[in-house]
């Protein structure tokens, strides 16, 4: 069965930066699409960016300009660069995927989330 799982979370002051990985594993014919959500607590869950077939990259409006995100240099995983973080980016990041595994069919993926704190 597909696994995603998450790193780079921590804990970084206003300003900072931190970047995080993802890498799918498991039974994988194809991505169709790769993207960071992240969910503050008391909140729900927002698209942060994903990148998608074709090669087109969604971003929040909140984090244009700053974050980053990029496929790897392996097919399997991704990355998001956060730049000038500000405490409202406060969240547990979550990778999220569809991909077609041994389903034969395109199904979405979560991994369990890693947490950044943006404080002083």
């Known amino acids: 069965q597909v696994q995603l799982v998450e790193s780079g979370g921590g804990l970084v002051q206003p300003g900072g930066s931190l970047r995080l990985s993802c890498a799918a594993s498991g039974i994988i014919f194809s991505i169709h699409a790769m993207g960071w959500y992240r969910q503050a607590p008391g909140k729900q869950r927002e698209l942060v960016a994903r990148?998608?077939?074709?090669?087109?990259?969604d971003y929040a409006d909140s984090v244009k300009g700053r974050f980053t995100i990029s496929r790897g240099n392996a097919q399997n995983t991704v990355h998001l660069q956060m730049n000038s973080l500000k405490p409202e980016d406060t969240a547990v990041y979550y990778c999220?995927?569809?991909?077609?595994?041994?389903?034969?069919?395109?199904?979405?993926?979560w991994g369990k989330g890693t947490p950044v704190t943006v404080s002083s």
């Open positions: 999220n995927a569809r991909i077609t595994g041994g389903a034969g069919y395109g199904m979405d993926y």
């Open positions: 990148v998608i077939s074709g090669g087109s990259i």
